[in-house]
């Protein structure tokens, strides 16, 4: 019954904050997250989807249309001098990070030390030395309005469009054997093909907010940290968890610059979440190499079940023998 209540609530506080389909859409999409991937559902649960996207874009267009009719869709012209970096976080610190999360973090470390990037590495207790953000924003963080996570998108964007560099959730594991490149391009991010049946997420494997590089004041960056501060400066709830992505997506079809960048990058890192679909299977050698030739970059995840046993690649990870 708690759970009928919670989902009537949300239902009832989306209507009231946005509008009544994009309330219904997430109603629905209970039902077809569910049996979407049926392959008799197929084609109705990916109108849907289509249906779900295109009402969110449609209404942060017209929501935002003042903002996106002021905002300057030029790229301001820089070189690069500093340091690059590689940005982390984990809110709660990292002694209270999960142990995996604690090994992916060491992993983005010990690539940033081997090959001349700044680890920086953020939690409350620091972010403020590096970015600035509306006192409006930071209130509704520290008085729970805003959730952790959406935090971490606008400190993302505000640090990226600042600094330049790379940033990586901390679930990201890093392959340290060799340099990647890629990372110092103007734009990059892991594009890799997605294997879903239904196109449940609007970046449908054409970006992944998760790993975002560049220079300063990268457009995509600029457009990511300046909406973001507006939507919360309007808004205390998102209209969909993924609303980076939604954001990204409204510059992509706004603005030839920020659609250019995106388009440019290359397929990469295709086993993105081979560690994730395998930490409990027994660790091969030969696997593992195929993989490498492909992918450096992982997402992990500490939230399924995991077989701890010796010899799995969760173990080999978690003992630094990957």
């Known amino acids: ?60 267009e017209k929501d935002f249309s003042q903002f996106l009719k002021s905002y300057n869709f030029k790229e301001v012209s820089h070189k690069e001098i500093e340091q690059r970096k590689i940005f982390s976080m984990w809110i709660q610190g990292y002694e209270s990070a999960p142990k995996l999360v604690q090994k992916t973090i060491d992993s983005q470390r010990k690539y940033a030390e081997k090959y001349g990037y700044k680890f920086v ?20 963080y520290e008085n729970g309005t805003i959730d952790f996570i959406k935090y971490s998108d606008v400190v993302r964007g505000t640090l990226l469009s600042k600094y330049g560099g790379v940033w990586l959730d901390s679930t990201i594991y890093v392959d340290s054997s060799r340099e990647l490149n890629y990372l110092k391009k103007d734009f990059y991010t892991i594009r890799a093909k997605t294997h879903e049946r239904v196109p449940k997420y609007i970046a449908n494997g054409r970006w992944s907010a998760f790993c975002l590089s560049g220079e300063k004041q990268n457009i995509v960056f600029d457009f990511l940290e300046k909406f973001h501060v507006a939507y919360f400066m ?28 995106i388009d440019k990058v290359e397929e990469n890192n295709q086993e993105l979440f081979f560690l994730a679909d395998n930490f409990s299977n027994q660790y091969d050698e030969k696997e593992w190499a195929g993989v490498l030739s492909t992918t450096a970059l992982f997402k992990c995840s500490y939230k399924c079940p995991i077989n701890e046993a010796t010899g799995t690649y969760f173990d080999r990870l978690m003992k630094g023998e990957l």
Do not use: C
Request: overall charge positive; cysteine-free; glycine content about 4%.
């Open 1 to 60: 019954m708690r759970k009928i209540g919670k989902v009537i609530n949300e239902y009832f506080v989306l209507r009231k904050s946005f509008t009544p389909a994009i309330a219904r859409n997430k109603l629905f999409e209970k039902f077809w997250g569910r049996i979407g991937n049926y392959k008799i559902f197929n084609n109705i649960a990916s109108n849907f989807y289509q249906y779900k996207h295109e009402t969110i874009i449609n209404f942060l």
């Open 121 to 140: 590495f953020l939690d409350e207790n620091n972010i403020r030395e590096y970015v600035t953000l509306p006192s409006e924003i930071v209130e509704k």
């Open 234 to 261: 309007k808004y205390d709830i998102v209209l969909d968890y993924f609303l980076i992505d939604y954001i990204i997506e409204l510059g992509y079809r706004t603005n030839d610059l920020i659609r250019n960048y």
